[in-house]
């Protein structure tokens, strides 16, 4: 396991939450930049899957994904949920170790600027 997935003693692993709020095309575009940066577990497929089921979403429903992703040579959990509210756009969390929470942060900064991207360590855990 890498070193930037944080082994809690218990054998859980720590994640971090990166929050952001987008139109559902944007999305689209946001998670096909991040799968292509990933080695392996989560394709072009899997984001057209996944956006597709969002349009139909209602009102106070989500849609969460967890695949287990190969990145920079090692596997580690990507929890994607989207969450749809009376508003156009949805929230996407993504809950993973940091190191995949540093890319989906910069995938947001690179192609959307600063918008309303947040970003909060640990202490989210789940079973290693």
């Known amino acids: 396991m890498s070193t930037n997935c944080r082994l809690t003693e218990a054998g859980s692993v720590t994640l971090d939450r990166v929050f952001v709020r987008l139109p559902p095309q944007q999305i689209r575009t946001l998670l096909l930049a991040i799968a292509a940066r990933l080695d392996d577990g989560f394709t072009k ?6 956006c597709s089921e969002l349009v139909a979403l209602s009102a106070d429903d989500d849609l969460m994904i967890e695949p287990i992703v190969a990145y920079q040579g090692a596997q580690l959990p990507l929890v994607i949920d989207a969450f749809k509210d009376a508003s156009p756009s949805l929230e996407l969390v993504f809950m993973t170790p940091a190191l995949l929470a540093d890319l989906a942060e910069s995938e947001v900064r690179a192609l ?15 079973a290693g």
């Open 45 to 50: 497929a899997n984001v057209e899957q996944f």
């Open 112 to 126: 959307f600027g600063d918008i309303s991207v947040r970003r909060i360590p640990g202490p989210t855990e789940i």
